[in-house]
């Protein structure tokens, strides 16, 4: 079973808007971490936040966590159309160290 | 520093045949993953090895999938014998251990006709 799911599904914007994506959980969590998928590649890792942190930064990207309402988000600022691709939140369930992913953002940043 | 590395990068084969996917992680890293992406969908684990043990497994279909990782360095993931549903990407990762950011490989994607 999938313990985060992100929203939306699917995501197309013009390059320089902001791009959100929202993951959703399920379990209390030690950290989260987001990745980037590009077509026919491996995951990326982004950034992994900690349940006693609120908000981390990374170049472009900002992520949140609420651990109240089980719930994070990332931002990109300024997108580009490198952005293009798919992003996954991992969360690890009870304290096992092992990522579990949700079904994955697409994004399309259109040039 | 080398990444984890997969091979093949491709693998078509009919089903009920037999297929094994290999992975090399990054030096030092004590956990490996595989995991499994169908078109569309997120990684689902397969199995977790600490070192040469296996740490989690509960996800493997265990009938037709066997992993092992005998010396705790590289990996071998086995089909045997393949259905159409097996048809993915299997990713292999590897963390240092005690840590959650895994490093995954480009993967081997699967098509069983």
């Known amino acids: 079973s999938q313990q985060g799911e992100e929203d939306p599904q699917a995501l197309s914007i013009q390059e320089g808007e902001n791009a959100t994506m929202n993951c959703s959980y399920k379990?209390?969590?030690?950290?989260l971490q987001w990745y980037r998928q590009n077509s026919g590649r491996g995951l990326v890792h982004l950034i992994l936040?900690?349940?006693?942190?609120r908000e981390k930064h990374s170049g472009r990207l900002r992520v949140t966590l609420d651990t109240s309402k089980k719930s994070s988000s990332l931002l990109i600022t300024a997108s580009r159309a490198a952005d293009t691709a798919s992003y996954f939140c991992a969360t690890d369930v009870g304290g096992s160290y092992i990522p579990t992913f949700g079904r994955g953002t697409s994004l399309i940043v259109h040039p | 520093e080398a990444g984890v590395a997969q091979s093949p990068r491709y693998k078509i084969i009919e089903k009920r045949q037999s297929v094994a996917f290999w992975c090399n992680p990054i030096?030092?890293?004590?956990?490996l993953y595989w995991y499994q992406q169908i078109l569309g969908q997120g990684p689902k684990l397969l199995i977790q090895f600490q070192n040469n043990g296996v740490v989690d497994d509960s996800q493997l279909p265990k009938d037709r999938f066997s992993a092992e990782r005998l010396k705790g360095v590289d990996s071998t993931l086995k089909i045997q014998p393949a259905k159409l549903e097996d048809s993915a990407v299997y990713l292999c990762?590897?963390?240092?251990?005690?840590?959650?950011?895994?490093?995954f490989g480009q993967g081997t994607r699967l098509t069983v006709v």
């Open positions: 379990t209390s969590i030690n950290n």
């Open positions: 030096s030092g890293h004590a956990t």
């Open positions: 990762a590897s963390s240092l251990q005690g840590a959650t950011e895994a490093f």
């Open positions: 936040i900690r349940s006693n942190e």
